[in-house]
């Protein structure tokens, strides 16, 4: 993937707001950007040597919110910075986080840039709020953020190594093709 590409897939994700910033599991953020609609799993049976849990849940329906683009920031390091200053990253106490988020809610997204070392990204938005992501850990394969298009069911997947793969969500990792940005 080569930068026009890389910038053709956000393109139309610029200017959109973010909502429904969260922390996830674990510190795992998510944003979502677009039209808001609702995605339904019905009730699955599950095999029949599945956990009571897993049944049960299968059993349930699903009804959830999603945007047009969902970002999840996964396997990395990250801050969000209001007005220049850092306010929160990726090990600050939840309340804190929760304060952050609430104040990247409703920003609109500028941009999304390499940042100054190997593997760190800039999510600029438009009231002053920046996102940014580093690699974590030793292992240069983790992915530290995806971008999920809810049309087209693709997923650009980019790792600490500044690899990145783009493709169908439904691909096996073994079917992912690294390439550099």
Request: charged share 20%.
């Amino acid at each position: 993937m080569d930068l026009a590409d890389f910038n053709r897939i956000w393109s139309p994700v610029y200017g959109h707001p973010a909502w429904s910033v969260k922390k996830g599991y674990g510190s795992f953020l998510t944003l979502e950007f677009g039209q808001p609609a609702l995605q339904i799993r019905e009730p699955r049976f599950a095999s029949p040597d599945a956990s009571e849990q897993v049944q049960e849940l299968l059993g349930r329906r699903h009804v959830s919110v999603t945007g047009s683009w969902h970002l999840w920031i996964y396997c990395c390091n990250w801050s969000i910075a209001l007005s220049g200053k850092e306010v929160v990253h990726n090990e600050s106490p939840t309340d804190d986080i929760a304060f952050a988020t609430q104040r990247l809610d409703g920003q609109k997204l500028l941009s999304v840039t390499w940042g100054t070392t190997l593997g760190s990204w800039v999510f600029a938005f438009d009231l002053g709020g920046e996102l940014k992501t580093w690699p974590y850990g030793e292992d240069p394969s983790d992915e530290q953020w995806l971008l999920y298009e809810r049309d087209s069911g693709n997923v650009l997947s980019v790792r600490a190594d500044g690899l990145s793969s783009y493709g169908a969500g439904s691909r096996t990792a073994k079917d992912e093709e690294w390439r550099p940005i």
